[in-house]
């Protein structure tokens, strides 16, 4: 296996990784670092396009928990 080999299986686990990340991070950030590693190691333009449109949708997702979030504990004030 050659040096080119050999990165492009890294580069490919990475992306594996980034995969299981973002779909069962039990955490916003463990799945935004997994939508940015797929993203990071995406091999074509539209596979590029689709992983930003993913973590996009992650980063509205956390948003909007936040902010519900917030509410909620807004209300729990003594």
Known sequence: MGSGESA?????ACARLG????????TWM?????????????ETPDSRLSA?????????????????TGTILDGLGG
């Open 8 to 12: 492009e299986s890294v580069r490919t």
């Open 19 to 26: 995969v299981a990340m973002r779909e069962r991070g039990s």
């Open 30 to 42: 463990a799945r935004l670092i997994g939508a940015r590693l797929v993203e990071s190691n995406a």
């Open 52 to 68: 930003s449109k993913s973590l996009a949708t992650i980063r509205a997702q956390n948003a909007a928990c936040a902010a519900a």
